[in-house]
């Protein structure tokens, strides 16, 4: 019944527990997971992989599920003096999150890829999933706010992190960006996974800011499209709205309908396959209107036996 | 009696002590610290400026002085996760600390220069007295090591911190150069603060590798030997031996006589009077054949009281 070997496409929160569902139903070391890295940034110097480390975590058993980033039982000893040194402290970097960051950072400086890094981390924490980096590049998501904001007047890009954890997502955007995506080159494995895979899911990420990247690297969206029959989405959006971080919104200002109708057309060209929560079931035959076969089940993921269920679904799907 | 402007040469320990003494006996708004920036070093990504933190610290009243580096009262957590990461963690970063290095390497890569920086931290330090880094610009000690060691054969040349905390300066130095320092600058307010003191004091640090790395920045020797007759050092070898770290054997080693005389030696050229200690005083002729003046006094600065003790012979001297 079980697939062979099984690729994830991946954002943050929502992705990790997708994850913890997979591996449920799956032998973890049949799993790859292709992991966005569009949210990276530097900050102090150091490099931070946001999604990298929240898909870490979480297999790793030490994720904080009440933040939905960050380390469980986290100690706070480095950036309360920050703060008191009147230091950047809008992100929120605690001491066990720190040694994550200080260890990438150093490897990244001495020649290391971001994927020989990811592997690494990964195997010290304990992960058994393989992690892939959706690329080792430089592939940076920018966002053109709508409107004024602390950061500057409208029309003024900011880095994602800006725009999510600095404004909390509070501004209208109007333009998203992938800003090195044009040379930016597969991770290695990445595209040989998808090519490979018995089965693709697509987490139930935000579109635009996770899977977008994804599919700015160029060759994965061809690659995608050529699988399009084995590719199973979860959406992200449930009732016409994200059950966490501003997808409905950045969706509805960028033009796309804030529904699971939204995604199905959104996601037509590569994805074969749509599952949504029990809630939009009045809207299947509109998603099959799209071109994409929909699946109706449980999608909210409150607990690791839920998200096993939802996992079970689609891989049957 | 006191002196108007005064300007002292510094390294790490030795120079915090003379000058926790000397702003016990001069308004410390009138001292100008120019600071060692060859130990500097990047590490995990940050820029790590020991001596200027060893400094600011030490005004600051926040210094280890069981250590002698780092923090009082310090906490771990960010590498005893690293630790288990199987990070680099030879070289050890308290919470607190990591946290000056967090924000001097953001404000670094934001474009504001190493003064600008250390100006920034030793005002929310609290530390009133003025430190400079003897140059913006990237001046790094390098030493090549007469024997193998772990990072290599005899012959090999590595960072100033390789050699002195990864190998704890376990091993004879052959050679001692300072990597950039052709093209560096004076760093503002470095050259007028020598031109205008009334008083130039030598902090009693190592000669080779914390007052040496002054000295290689073009331009700062010259106007020292013009000010010769207002520079006071104070001798870091007593009875033939430094209180703390290799500067004996690295005098011996680069060929040098490790006692006041070989001091006396090699300041000549710049240095008026020598303070030597009293285990010293039967040399003081032997100095002064080398056309330093000497004075002799109590030099070991084991409390506060005696370093203003002996601050305020350097000042009269």
Redesign the interface.
């Known amino acids: 019944m079980l697939v062979a070997v099984l690729v994830a496409l991946c954002g943050g929160v929502g992705a990790a527990r997708m994850l913890s569902g997979l591996v449920r139903v799956v032998p973890p070391q049949d799993l790859t997971a292709i992991v966005n890295v569009g949210d990276d940034m530097?900050?102090?110097?150091?490099?931070i992989s946001p999604d990298l480390d929240t898909v870490t975590y979480t297999l790793a058993g030490m994720d904080n599920r009440e933040t939905g980033w960050g380390v469980a039982g986290e100690?706070w000893?480095?950036?309360d003096?920050?703060h008191?040194?009147?230091?950047?402290d809008w992100f929120r970097l605690g001491?066990?999150d720190?040694?994550?960051h200080?260890?990438r950072?150093?490897r990244?400086?001495a020649g290391a890829t971001l994927s020989a890094v990811t592997a690494e981390?990964s195997e010290?924490r304990g992960v058994p999933v393989r992690l892939l980096p959706a690329t080792d590049d430089a592939l940076r998501t920018r966002v053109t706010l709508a409107e004024a904001s602390e950061l500057g007047p409208a029309g003024s890009e900011v880095g994602f992190q800006d725009y999510f954890v600095r404004l909390r997502h509070d501004v209208a955007v109007s333009r998203v960006r992938f800003d090195g995506a044009e040379g930016a080159r597969p991770a290695p494995g990445v595209m040989e996974s998808l090519e490979e895979a018995t089965r693709i899911v697509v987490c139930p990420s935000n579109p635009v800011v996770s899977i977008g990247p994804l599919l700015a690297v160029p060759g994965l969206q061809a690659v995608l499209e050529a699988r399009r029959a084995d590719v199973v989405a979860v959406s992200p959006i449930i009732a016409g709205a994200a059950l966490k971080g501003p997808a409905d919104r950045l969706l509805a200002e960028l033009g796309t309908e804030s529904s699971v109708v939204g995604i199905a057309r959104l996601y037509a060209p590569w994805v074969g396959t749509l599952v949504v929560d029990d809630a939009d079931a009045a809207l299947a035959r509109r998603v099959e209107a799209e071109g994409v076969r929909c699946v109706v089940t449980g999608t909210v993921m409150s607990s690791p036996e839920r998200a096993a269920a939802l996992a079970r679904v689609v891989l049957d799907a």
């Open positions: 530097e900050l102090h110097g150091l490099h100690s000893a480095v950036m003096e920050l008191r040194l009147g230091g950047e001491d066990r720190l040694a994550t200080l260890y950072t150093g990244l400086r981390l010290r």
